[in-house]
């Protein structure tokens, strides 16, 4: 979700298609009040649209539940593409992960940082939806990404590169789940400074 998403649309831009306008007041609503609590009604309300416009461009709720997951995901790795830029692999990329994640929390959101939009969906949906695929596979390529960096920090130690991308997958979720209970990013500056000095120690 971008700031203009948890925000609302500045003025002076233009509104653009029915489903980017819908996608937006999804991303607004699902993260504020909830994916349970938010109706077709009050998206099609806030995004100023007939209803029709909605089943148009998503099937059902489901489906736009999906393309937001996937939108937030999106979201989520251009600022890690934006965080990373010339930096080379390693070191500098896995703190460019733990930074994206920060960034995140750092938007202007309606009814402030209440964690990570992709948990938050997911804990609302029963198990085996696709929605908690989706999640799933968001989380596994964050740590996937952990592992690439870490890879070319331990050339000569693949395994332990794996064990410690995942310790630090650990460490990011647990200081995202605090940081959302917080309602700010401490918990995620405090494990940044912590994945920091475990690289330290390599």
């Known amino acids: 979700m971008s700031a203009v998403d948890a925000g609302g649309t500045p003025s002076g831009k233009k509104r653009g298609s029915a489903r980017d306008r819908l996608l937006r007041a999804a991303a607004r609503r699902f993260y504020a009040d909830g994916v349970a609590a938010t109706g077709i009604d009050t998206i099609t309300a806030e ?41 080379r692999p390693g070191r500098a990329g896995v703190l460019a992960v733990f930074d ?10 309606e009814r402030g940082f209440r964690g990570c939009g992709l948990l938050n969906a997911a804990a609302e949906l029963p198990a085996g939806d696709p ?66 000095d475990l690289m330290d120690r390599l």
């Not at 920060?102 to 202007?108: E, I, K, L, Q």
């Not at 410690?164 to 494990?191: I, Q």
């Open 47 to 87: 995004a100023g649209v007939a209803k029709m416009s909605l089943y148009n461009n998503f099937s059902s709720k489901a489906d736009l539940v999906l393309a937001y997951l996937d939108a937030r995901h999106e979201e989520w790795l251009g600022l890690y593409q934006q965080r990373l830029g010339d930096a």
């Open 131 to 196: 929605g908690r695929v989706t999640v799933r596979r968001h989380k596994e390529e964050v740590e996937s990404l952990l592992a690439g960096h870490l890879e070319q920090l331990l050339p000569e130690r693949p395994d332990d590169a794996r064990v410690l991308a995942e310790h630090l997958s650990f460490l990011l979720e647990g200081a995202m789940a605090r940081a959302g209970l917080d309602g700010s990013d401490t918990r995620l500056r405090h494990a940044r400074t912590m994945a920091v």
């Open 100 to 109: 994206a994640y920060a960034d995140h929390a750092a938007f202007a959101y």
